[in-house]
């Protein structure tokens, strides 16, 4: 290798490679591996998590489904939810079949028949077995309200042509249980919602100003939520829905009971948010912000509670089933909503009488989508939860 003469210049470098294809936003891509997890966002991160838990997914579907069929009740529903056939009192479930002698049929049901026992005094329902009715699908059935549209008639599922389809049996009036299950879908589930939202806005607020402010304020929230936590739970639900005037109209006692049960639920979300207060209030974000002049409402509302709201709506995920069994246990017991209204728990009142769960067991059936329903919140709950840990 020939030496290089002190003083001439060092040889040129390479010419690089320049792309002059003109640039298009969708040529970008996620970029792999370590360099994509840390550019990616904080819910990204938290999905990402989630989805490895597979109950979890399955749950959050599970109420997807749930809380999207509220809006089609109607048409989901064969029958509406008072509506009664007085030749099939306390009708034991048709069972639902695709095969008939050894053929393909499609879904159906066999009818059935009642003959009075006078030696026991109970109806005994005979199944002909001889014909099959087939379920209608995508029809015209019973007619119906829906927003604001009168004498709507379609239904997605419809019984045979002048036959019925029990599929969870029916009640002391005739009324069919699957139809009357879906309808107290409807109050149940936004019970859980509606009940939520009045206890974020008291637990942020009152939780918020605690742990910013802290001094008086925060020993009167506090002490507050502890008179209402010696209380005990079941007997407060009790004198409170029992001072609900009986002359209300239905509609006027569910918001009354919502209201009930999301004011009785807000200490627990307070301290919780009291703690996180306490702990990031000292952080420098927040000197900055008190410096630049911020007040305190923007502190609390802009900077504070967004970095722990994660852990908010985990929270608030396993406080809706709370909501839901609150509603369900005071109409069961009579004191929450009362008839016309259909939910999950005025549904459990009939099942009250022994006598009649051992006659007539399928009146426990509204039993199940409660437990499933609260399942699913728990399981999404834990998975949001999982999720929003740091160091999980």
């Not at 997807?64 to 509220?70: A, K």
């Not at 329902?125 to 014909?131: E, F, H, L, P």
């Not at 709370?322 to 109409?331: F, N, V």
Request: glycine share 8%; net charge neutral; with cysteine.
């Amino acid at each position: 290798m020939s030496a290089q003469h002190p003083g001439a210049l060092p040889p040129p470098l390479p010419a690089r490679q320049i792309d002059t294809r003109p640039f298009s936003p969708a040529d970008e891509r996620m970029p792999s591996g370590d360099e994509a997890y840390y550019r990616a966002s904080t819910l990204t991160l938290m999905w990402a998590k989630f989805r490895r838990n597979k109950m979890a997914v399955i749950s959050l579907f599970v109420l997807l489904f749930s809380y999207g069929g509220l809006l089609i009740v109607e048409q989901i529903a064969p029958y509406p939810a008072n509506k009664r056939n007085g030749d099939h009192l306390y009708a034991p479930p048709q069972g639902l079949h695709f095969f008939h002698d050894g053929k393909f049929v499609g879904p159906f049901v066999y009818p059935y028949s009642f003959n009075f026992n006078l030696d026991t005094f109970r109806r005994e329902y005979v199944t002909d077995t001889t014909k099959p009715e087939p379920i209608r699908f995508f029809c015209k059935g019973d007619a119906y309200d829906y927003m604001g549209f009168q004498d709507v008639s379609f239904h997605i599922v419809c019984p045979p042509e002048g036959g019925t389809m029990f599929l969870l049996g029916t009640d002391k009036l005739g009324r069919d249980l699957l139809s009357r299950i879906i309808y107290g879908a409807r109050v149940s589930l936004t019970v859980g919602i509606v009940g939520i939202i009045i206890s974020f806005a008291v637990g942020l607020t009152l939780g918020g100003l605690a742990g910013y402010l802290g001094g008086w304020v925060d020993a009167l929230v506090q002490r507050s939520i502890e008179i209402l936590r010696s209380l005990p739970e079941l007997p407060l639900w009790l004198a409170l829905s029992a001072a609900v005037p009986p002359n209300w109209s239905p509609l006027t006692v569910f918001l009354a009971i919502t209201v009930i049960l999301g004011f009785l639920d807000w200490p627990g979300l307070a301290r919780a948010v009291r703690s996180k207060l306490l702990s990031l209030r000292e952080e420098d974000f927040v000197k900055a912000a008190e410096l630049s002049g911020a007040s305190k409402s923007r502190i609390i509302g802009r900077h504070l509670v967004p970095n722990f709201m994660s852990h908010i709506i985990a929270s608030a995920t396993l406080s809706i089933p709370s909501m839901i069994l609150g509603e369900t246990a005071l109409s069961f017991l009579g004191l929450g909503l009362r008839p016309p209204i259909t939910s999950w728990g005025v549904l459990l009142n009939d099942a009250q009488n022994l006598a009649s769960v051992n006659l007539y067991p399928w009146l426990l059936t509204p039993m199940i989508p409660v437990i499933i329903v609260i399942l699913a919140f728990n399981f999404v709950g834990d998975g949001l939860r999982d999720a929003a840990d740091p160091y999980h």
